[in-house]
């Protein structure tokens, strides 16, 4: 196992179902990561130090899942120049919308490069660290573009079912 080069921070342990998504495409393409539950609101200090300590740790790419107010992205992003990538996640009552204005509102100077909000977003969050990683790694960059392929072939595959489904039905 190599050091680690993407964190994943979530800013409570209850975000965890949300970065799963993220853990299995890392699995999947063999990126080693370091997550971590820490908030920017009840532990400013840990995430302070975390953030501004990233780069030399050997970080590229930190990600960042928060619901609620949601500033977890925006204090790590405050404290690195590392891309960092934010996925709001849902929680009661506004359903996410709220961590998604928070996040996708970031000043101008400090960008949080926000993706879908929940399951998808953890998954993108790391489809979208893979991409940055492969521009210095061509063999994750082949790897990116075969998972791309596969994903076409199954998604045309299941339009070929449909039709066959659908043909059936109507004899
Ligand atoms: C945010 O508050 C976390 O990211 C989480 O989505 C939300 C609620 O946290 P818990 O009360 O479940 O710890 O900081």
């Given at each position: 196992m190599g050091k680690p080069t993407v964190a994943v921070i979530m800013g409570?342990?209850?975000?965890l179902a949300v970065v799963e998504g993220a853990f299995k495409i890392f699995a999947e393409f063999g990126v080693e990561f370091e997550a971590r539950a820490l908030s920017?609101?009840?532990?400013p200090n840990e995430v302070t130090e975390f953030a501004a300590n990233a780069e030399k740790n050997g970080f590229k790419v930190v990600i960042c899942a928060a619901g609620m107010a949601a500033h977890l992205g925006g204090v790590v992003a405050a404290h690195t120049t590392l891309p960092v990538i934010g996925i709001p996640v849902a929680s009661e009552p506004f359903n996410g919308l709220d961590a998604l204005f928070s996040m996708v509102?970031?000043?101008?100077?400090i960008p949080v490069a926000t993706v879908s909000a929940g399951k998808a977003g953890g998954k993108n969050a790391a489809l979208y660290a893979v991409s940055i990683l492969a521009l210095s790694d061509a063999d994750l960059a082949e790897k990116l573009k075969k998972f791309r392929s596969k994903q076409t072939e199954q998604v045309l595959k299941s339009d070929r079912e449909l039709q066959e489904e659908l043909n059936l039905k109507r004899i």
């Open positions: 409570s342990k209850s975000d920017a609101h009840r532990t509102q970031m000043p101008p100077g």
